[in-house]
């Protein structure tokens, strides 16, 4: 039997009890499957059927100890692809996110996208644009930009940090000494209702007080409690 040619993007989307939602992600991302996009659905132990949904609309299915770390190294470790793109299963690309993905990696080795929050409160337009702003200037990418890199980078970094908390500042902190990240200005759009439910200026404060607790020393297991804490 002749040996499928690679594709030319593998999406590794982490999953923890997201059967509500995993469905619509993944209809989503249907046409770039059809296209040729490798989709990848890690689930790092939900006790709902978020796996038993995704299972038919990916290419593989894979089950991971918790984590989001753990579960992204899994997949991109499965994947067929020499690109990466890691999508929160909360988040829905933007048009020709493919194309505009591998035009990026051509020149750079990494990036990210813009962010649009979706949600009702007035304030999250600015709370984007702030968070566009400062991932442009500091090189910082979240996990809500779909992140995406070569695989050779991604293997010379290591991965994500096997951390529970700011994987994705660490990641982007270690991919910055590769060189800087490509800022693309087409938008995600990730759901706000976290923004909507805990309220928009306290999960603002409890989010910056988390990175500043981090960029001055803190361990991600302790800010990971407390952040269990505060929810």
Not at 33 to 57: C, H, M, N, Q, Y
């Amino acid at each position: 039997m002749p040996r499928l040619s690679a594709p030319a993007l593998s999406i590794v989307i982490p999953a923890l009890n997201e059967a509500a939602g995993i469905e619509t992600c993944l209809a989503a991302l249907a046409p770039l499957r059809k296209a040729g996009v490798e989709l990848i659905v890690v689930d790092g132990g939900s006790d709902d059927d978020t796996l038993a949904r995704a299972t038919p609309l990916v290419d593989l299915a894979l089950c991971s100890p918790p984590g989001r770390a753990r579960q992204m190294n899994l997949g991109a470790r499965a994947a067929r692809s020499s690109r990466l793109l890691f999508l929160h299963a909360d988040t829905r690309l933007p048009d020709a996110a493919t194309a505009s993905v591998l035009n990026a990696l051509e020149a750079s080795c990494w990036g990210r996208f813009d962010v649009t929050i979706e949600g009702r409160h007035r304030w999250l337009p600015m709370i984007a644009a702030a968070m566009n702003l400062r991932s442009r200037l500091t090189g910082i990418a979240t996990g809500d930009q779909a992140m995406f890199l070569r695989r050779s980078t991604f293997e010379r970094i290591g991965g994500f940090p096997d951390q529970p908390l700011m994987e994705d500042i660490e990641m982007s902190r270690r991919l910055k000494r590769q060189g800087r990240p490509a800022c693309l200005s087409q938008r995600v759009i990730t759901d706000g209702r976290r923004w909507d439910t805990e309220g928009a200026l306290r999960t603002l404060f409890k989010m910056w007080g988390m990175r500043l607790g981090y960029a001055f020393g803190a361990s991600p297991h302790r800010l990971a409690k407390a952040y269990r804490q505060v929810r």
